[in-house]
């Protein structure tokens, strides 16, 4: 199975600021890789595939980079609608994983 | 717009067989192109995979589950089912449903159920 890593489990953020969550695999994925947002209670919502491609409706203020085993999810300017725990999945193979997450609140 | 609904017993007993019903509407689970999955998260954890199926009944399981999940698509109703046998209080969870769409190869799960709560106990 391929091993998502996230870091850092958790972030204390506030309005305005601009926030950088890593995802690291532990073997390759080219650039198979999805970022998910997750509020309490709800079911998670895909943002970002294939690494760096932004899903129709998503802010602009998202944004996803990176290939092969290391990749980054970005929020510039964060809202209080982005205050949410985020997960990464690799699409690379089955059986499909994601990352144990990242939980951004307010600081 | 299609919309997932995850159905099922909210309780179960140990030993005996999960089963569980994700009913598509505003498509038909017919149409090709995508995988309908299953997803699990316990509670307060992570989210993990627990497997998928084609329109055409091509199943993917996660090997976690040591052979005890199935799942399986009625297309006269619309709907895909999970079932989990031999249950233990370990598969206490969030069961949530999911289509997987792709652009090219690249797959992703773009639409959710709102998930189903799953306790295991006697």
């Known amino acids: 199975d391929i091993q998502m890593t996230q870091s850092p489990s958790s972030l204390s953020a506030s309005v305005g600021d601009r926030v950088t969550i890593t995802c690291r695999a532990s073997?390759?994925?080219?650039?198979?890789l999805n970022w998910y947002q997750q509020k309490p209670g709800r079911a998670p919502k895909v943002l970002i595939y294939?690494?760096?491609s932004l899903l129709s409706g998503v802010p602009s203020r998202f944004s996803g980079s990176g290939s092969g085993t290391d990749f980054t999810l970005t929020i510039n300017s964060l809202q209080p609608d982005d205050f949410a725990t985020y997960y990464c999945?690799?699409?690379?193979?089955?059986?499909?994983?994601f990352g144990q997450g990242t939980k951004v609140d307010i600081k | 717009q299609v919309q997932l609904q995850e159905s099922g017993p909210g309780l179960v007993k140990p030993s005996q067989t999960l089963s569980l019903i994700c009913t598509v509407s505003?498509?038909?689970?017919?149409?090709?192109?995508?995988?309908w999955s299953w997803i699990r998260q316990h509670p307060g954890k992570g989210l993990e995979w627990i497997g998928y199926?084609?329109?055409?009944?091509?199943?993917y399981y996660n090997p976690s589950l040591k052979s005890r999940g199935t799942i399986s698509v009625d297309t006269s109703k619309n709907h895909f089912s999970l079932k989990l046998t031999s249950v233990t209080a370990a598969d206490t969870a969030v069961y949530f449903c999911a289509r997987v769409g792709s652009d090219y190869s690249y797959y992703y799960m773009d639409v959710w159920g709102r998930g189903t709560t799953v306790t295991v106990s006697s």
């Open positions: 294939a690494a760096s």
């Open positions: 073997q390759s994925i080219s650039i198979y």
């Open positions: 999945q690799q699409s690379y193979s089955t059986p499909l994983t």
């Open positions: 199926i084609s329109y055409s009944g091509n199943t």
């Open positions: 505003g498509g038909s689970i017919s149409s090709g192109g995508y995988y």
